[in-house]
């Protein structure tokens, strides 16, 4: 089985410009989890959706950052523009939510991230 | 405000057992233990959980004390595959809000 597909693995762009990370997680799965990763902070979980509903947004760093779920398969998170301190690893995971007692996420291989 | 207290690094011969400690005496009566793993440069991979009881599965062994406030992730038997940083989390059934400290550095040896 397929796990959690994140894309682009590398991206490295300068200040200022657009970055789209792309996350498709394991199918079946209706819970979307965006992560930012740094040496500084560790992990940090940044959005989530349940259902392709963005659920709790609060650790979005500020407004440069935008995340979707457009359906059940897909999700983008978008930094636009972006700047040197957003260089990091982001890191998608996805989980099911069945009406058990609790959910296990699992996590993609990550996109790192360099904005010069 | 850090919920669980971990050894920064640890270090185990290859073909031994590793046991890793993870301290959570806030623990609430709701919340589970679950344990993560991050080989370098990979994401954060899954290990096992638990709520009160003894737990295993292929990867792990979980042992949870009586009153919950400490756990220990034991490692049957390791091998130079498993050098990673492993965290123990502590978190509200289906919570989404999973908090990874600094984890423990586990570092398998000749």
């Not at chain 1, 930094?79 to 296990?104: H, K, M, N």
Request: hydrophobic share 35%; aromatic share 8%.
């Amino acid at each position: 089985d397929a796990g959690v597909i994140q894309s682009p693995r590398h991206e490295v762009t300068e200040m200022g410009q657009e970055v789209t990370l792309r996350c498709k997680p394991i199918s079946g799965h209706n819970s979307l989890f965006w992560y930012r990763q740094t040496m500084m902070r560790g992990l940090e979980l940044l959005i989530y959706f349940n259902n392709n509903v963005p659920i709790d947004d609060s650790g979005m760093p500020e407004d440069r950052f935008s995340a979707k779920m457009p359906n059940a398969s897909f999700s983008t998170l978008k930094i636009q523009p972006s700047e040197p301190r957003d260089s990091a690893v982001y890191f998608c995971a996805s989980s099911l939510v069945a009406g058990g007692d609790t959910d296990t996420q699992y996590f993609g291989p990550g996109t790192r991230l360099t904005v010069l | 405000d850090a919920k669980t207290t971990q050894p920064p690094s640890m270090d185990c011969a290859e073909g031994r057992a590793a046991n890793l400690p993870c301290n959570h005496s806030t623990i609430s009566g709701n919340e589970y233990v679950y344990w993560y793993r991050q080989i370098h440069s990979q994401g954060p991979q899954y290990i096992i959980h638990g709520l009160k009881n003894n737990e295993t599965n292929e990867m792990a062994s979980l042992i949870i004390t009586e009153d919950r406030k400490s756990s220990t992730l034991i490692l049957p038997h390791a091998t130079l595959r498993d050098t990673a940083v492993y965290y123990c989390i502590v978190r509200v059934a289906l919570n989404n809000d999973m908090r990874f400290g600094a984890g423990t550095r586990l570092t398998v040896k000749p």
